[in-house]
């Protein structure tokens, strides 16, 4: 099995993958890595007085942990049909199609969503934390994080040997990529940085999930969102302000907008197109500056936000 072989599929919210046949090959993501990690949740099985019993040395005190990772590229309609819904779980909206058939948006963490990665089904995956990484020149890459509740088990890994390569291959050019070159910072950055030359900007969003469950039951019925949180780091060539001990407030919105070469924007029928932003009033908690022998002035600070 080779990664040809591993192609991750993302479905609409709160829906699950059944069979084969139960998800759609529009909606591939352009993964550069995919990685599942399971964990049981044993702890030593010790009593008092007594030695180890071989057949029981561990004791589990919870359900079955799955996390799911990986990395991809943005491209702006990323294939006929599928439109910008590829991307869907990065939103926070929790639109509907036009016939009011599929959810669409993770609804501020509150939503999951169906994961096929090679020939295995995940289901119940809800968005833990995602990141978007802009430097210029280079291709814009974003990571994406999940907690999948409905993991598959007792079962082979598999591959996935009818992935559609000529339904893609002509919307992975080069001028369909975004890449830093095209993007656009917004707003003012000049109240805690020189904003001439900023080369990198990144960008993370977390989101705190609790599951609940019932008395006799191993898995969740209910899951509860009690944080979200954002953080961006930009980078610079100076500082502006060195902040007292309350750091700095922003008093406006800062961002930047992600485009391609032709100006096409990922998510556009969502808020307009799908920017990175932190709102007026988040504060600058972080900065720090440097400088090596013959280079210039290297400085970063780093704003958080609390949404909920």
Same mark, same amino acid.
Do not use: W
């Given at each position: ?51 180890i019993n @071989? ?23 990323? @294939?006929?049909?599928a ?24 609804? #501020? ?31 814009? @890459? ?26 893609? #291959? ?18 003012l ?43 961006? %780091? ?31 924007r ?13 709102? #007026? ?8 500056y ?5 280079? %210039? ?12």
């Amino acid at each position: 099995m080779t990664y040809k072989n591993f192609p991750v599929y993302i479905g609409h919210g709160n829906r699950s993958f059944t069979s084969q046949f139960g998800y759609h090959k529009s909606h591939m993501i352009y993964a550069e890595r995919a990685n599942v990690n399971y964990s049981t949740a044993s702890v030593p099985n010790r009593k008092l007085g007594q030695p180890i019993n @071989r057949d029981r040395e561990f004791a589990y005190t919870a359900d079955l942990g799955c996390s799911i990772s990986f990395d991809f590229l943005l491209y702006p309609n990323p @294939r006929e049909g599928a439109g910008n819904t590829v991307y869907s779980f990065l939103s926070d909206s929790n639109e509907f199609d036009q016939d009011n058939a599929y959810v669409r948006g993770n609804n #501020s963490g509150s939503n999951f969503f169906p994961i096929k990665i090679g020939g295995n089904f995940y289901n119940k995956c809800f968005l833990t934390s995602y990141n978007i990484e802009i430097s210029a020149l280079n291709a814009v @890459r974003c990571s994406a994080n999940f907690s999948c509740y409905d993991p598959p088990s007792q079962k082979a890994v598999k591959a996935d040997n009818f992935t559609p390569f000529e339904s893609y #291959s002509e919307y992975m050019s080069g001028n369909a990529v975004v890449d830093g070159a095209s993007c656009q910072i917004s707003g003012l950055y000049d109240d805690f940085m020189d904003s001439e030359i900023i080369p990198k900007v990144s960008y993370s969003k977390s989101y705190n999930i609790t599951p609940v469950y019932n008395l006799g039951n191993t898995k969740p019925n209910n899951f509860l969102v009690d944080s979200i949180e954002a953080q961006m %780091v930009v980078e610079s060539t100076g500082l502006n302000n060195l902040f007292a001990y309350d750091g700095i407030k922003l008093q406006n919105d800062i961002g930047v907008n992600i485009l391609n070469h032709d100006g096409e924007r990922i998510l556009p029928e969502y808020d307009g197109g799908f920017d990175i932003v932190v709102g #007026s009033g988040a504060k600058v908690n972080v900065e720090d500056y440097g400088i090596q022998g013959g280079d %210039v002035v290297s400085s970063r600070a780093t704003i958080q936000e609390i949404l909920l």
